[in-house]
């Protein structure tokens, strides 16, 4: 069963819009929310993170949004430039410092000039 | 920032023979790591939480014997994947977090490795 989903495999946006990538969860334990930026035979690289007690996240180009009564969150990219262009994990951990984290499969994201 | 550094990028290597793929913290100490497994167009799969000084911790259905686990410092993880098979060919990708930060921070990883088995 999976806790961390990412329903849109793939996305699409002309260079300078707005990328929006989704990501749902099922565990009412997460409390903690995370973005990574994935290029081919490399790995992950954070982005930028949210906690449940906040409903929003700023961080230059990119804003992630909690709607914790929907178990949704969202990540914001504006303007989307071709080098956003990469597979985009959402990531979620419970209370514990120390807990794995759990990633949805991923929306590969192609920025098109 | 942060970096968790793994050896080697990449391995070819013949069935039946043992890989070893080291994980290191440069710059903090990591009392637990984390090894991660990804199939092509699949999303990252922990396999195990590593932690230094005692055993591994391993999720569901995947085996200690096959997939050899030693922290034995707090910089360093090591993943050995003993007689291995074509099946077992896949990105390894680790992850330390700083024991010295808050409990709320994001993992950092390591550049993963390609394994093939031939």
């Known amino acids: 069963d999976q806790q961390v989903k990412q329903n849109s495999p793939s996305l699409s946006v002309q260079e300078g819009r707005i990328s929006i990538l989704n990501c749902d969860y099922t565990?009412?334990?997460?409390?903690?929310f995370l973005w990574y930026k994935k290029y081919p035979a490399e790995g992950p690289t954070f982005l930028i993170s949210i906690s449940s007690i906040k409903d929003k996240n700023e961080d230059g180009r990119f804003t992630v949004f909690l709607n914790k009564s929907a178990k949704h969150l969202s990540l914001h990219i504006v303007p989307s430039q071709p080098g956003d262009s990469a597979v985009y994990f959402c990531a979620a951990r419970g209370v514990s410092g120390n807990t794995p984290l759990v990633f949805g499969k991923g929306t590969r994201l192609s920025v098109i000039a | 920032g942060a970096v968790v550094s793994q050896h080697p990028s990449w391995v070819i290597c013949k069935s039946g023979t043992s890989v070893k793929i080291e994980c290191r913290s440069l710059?903090?100490?990591?009392?637990?790591m984390f090894w991660y497994r990804q199939f092509p167009k699949q999303s990252l799969m922990l396999m195990a939480t590593?932690?230094?000084?005692?055993?591994?911790?391993?999720e569901q259905g995947v085996e200690k014997d096959k997939f050899l686990i030693n922290h034995a410092s707090l910089t360093l993880s090591t993943l050995t994947v003993t007689s291995a098979h074509p099946e077992d060919s896949s990105f390894y990708i680790c992850?330390?977090?700083?024991?010295?930060?808050?409990?709320?921070?994001?993992?950092?990883f390591g550049q993963g490795t390609r394994l093939t088995v031939v």
């Open positions: 565990n009412s334990m997460f409390d903690y």
């Open positions: 710059d903090f100490q990591a009392t637990t």
């Open positions: 992850s330390a977090r700083d024991d010295g930060t808050v409990m709320n921070t994001e993992a950092f």
């Open positions: 590593s932690n230094e000084g005692s055993k591994a911790t391993y």
